[in-house]
């Protein structure tokens, strides 16, 4: 197995315009709780409504699997509004080895964006200022040679698609009737892709 990219490596806090990327820790929990435990914001997601308990839960996860050797990397990194200091949101970057038919590994390194945001900052741009840096840390700063995002490709969900696209994804696939929504319904998925030599650096 090809050793996974350094995340130990990596400096935090990341700054964009407005915002402060940096690891999530377990003094975040209500923060993120504040709009994980929100119907409207777990809709699109592919868990319930969260609970203080599952919220720590889900921060310590994430806390393990940001350490060195870990089988399953994932970066889960909280989004701190700079006029505010206030946590708004997280993040998250998945990264897995690239598939391969050959007799041996790639060598190569993939990974998979996320996101969350309460909603009191829906539509002023932060999940496609925060998404933006996250591509920045996985092409630049850990050499993955793709990344890729999922969408569920309905009416209601507008808003997360235009984000991917605005950050310059390719819409890669739409897999119909792939998953079983919260409604009964079957929703279509959307993949978004972008590789290391398409990425606008």
């Known amino acids: 197995m090809v050793s996974a990219p350094n995340l130990a490596g990596l400096t935090w806090p990341r700054l964009t315009r407005r915002l402060a990327l940096r690891p999530l820790t377990l003094d975040d929990v209500d923060a993120v709780l504040a709009y994980r435990s929100l119907p409207e914001v777990v809709v699109h ?9 599952q919220v720590h ?7 393990a699997r940001g350490r060195p050797g870990a089988r399953e990397p994932l970066l889960g990194l909280a989004v701190e509004e700079l006029r505010t200091g206030q946590v708004v949101g997280d993040v998250m970057l998945g990264i897995e080895p690239s598939h391969s038919i050959a007799r041996s590994a790639s060598g190569e390194w993939e990974g998979t964006i996320g996101y969350a945001l ?3 900052v829906h539509g002023q741009g932060l999940a496609a200022e925060a998404a933006a840096e996250l591509l920045v840390i996985g092409f630049r700063d850990l050499g993955l040679r793709r990344v890729t995002a999922d969408a569920y490709a309905y009416a209601d969900n507008v808003a997360s698609n235009r984000v991917l696209r605005r950050i310059g994804m390719r819409l890669e696939a739409t897999t119909i009737a792939k998953s079983l929504g919260k409604d009964g319904t079957w929703l279509d998925d959307n993949t978004w892709s972008l590789l290391r030599e398409e990425w606008p650096a």
Request: hydrophobic share 30%; no cysteine.
């Open 57 to 63: 839960d889900r921060i310590a996860q994430r806390l």
């Open 45 to 53: 997601l592919s868990h319930d409504v969260l609970d203080r308990e």
């Open 118 to 120: 309460h909603p009191d």
